[in-house]
């Protein structure tokens, strides 16, 4: 199934640091109590990320200097079948290819250590620079945090990272 995009948020200065524009993709099957956003839920809906329709809007929206970068959430990108990771790979890419001074920060429950074991989506965080990463927990939820809504979420800097082999991640107040 090709990856679905539900809506464009922008300036969105909630998910991540700058303005940015966030892709809400469709699908998640973690499913996690007292998620804010269970109508992302959902695969077949939306448009197909990789239509002329969805890139030329998103291209639109990022042409602009105030724009730090794009954020991908959802749903969750990477609870995809495999022919979703790919498409988003090549959605990563092409946008770092125009966009190299923009950033790229993921939204993901899962955790890093599972995903570096997925060929695919480790290439995508080979050329991503965040990832946010863990389920929503409830009973973990701080109102103040930035950018995640659980205290075990980390904000993943995806290049120090991989290239340390050891995780590390960004200190935020």
């Known amino acids: 199934m090709p990856m679905r995009v539900l809506t464009l948020t922008t300036p969105d200065i909630e998910n991540g640091f700058g303005c940015r524009v966030t892709i809400w993709v469709a699908g998640c099957n973690r499913h996690c109590p007292g998620c804010h956003n269970p109508h992302t839920w959902a695969y077949n809906q939306g448009k197909e990320l990789l239509s002329k329709e969805v890139l030329n809007k998103i291209y639109s929206l990022v042409d602009k200097d105030y724009i ?23 959605f990563i890419k092409q946008f770092k290819i125009n966009y190299p001074d ?70 935020v107040n």
């Not at 659980?150 to 960004?170: A, G, H, M, P």
Request: aromatic share 10%; net charge negative; charged share 30%.
């Open 68 to 90: 730090q970068g794009i954020t991908l959430s959802g749903g969750d990108p990477f609870d995809q079948d495999e022919t979703s990771l790919e498409e988003l790979l090549i």
């Open 102 to 171: 923009k950033d790229i920060w993921i939204y993901s429950g899962g955790l890093y250590e599972d995903f570096i074991k997925n060929d695919t989506i480790r290439e995508i965080l080979l050329w991503s620079d965040v990832l946010v990463d863990g389920p929503f927990i409830q009973e973990k939820k701080l109102l103040d945090l930035p950018f995640r809504g659980s205290i075990n979420q980390r904000i993943i800097d995806l290049k120090k990272s991989l290239f340390t082999d050891t995780i590390v991640e960004i200190p």
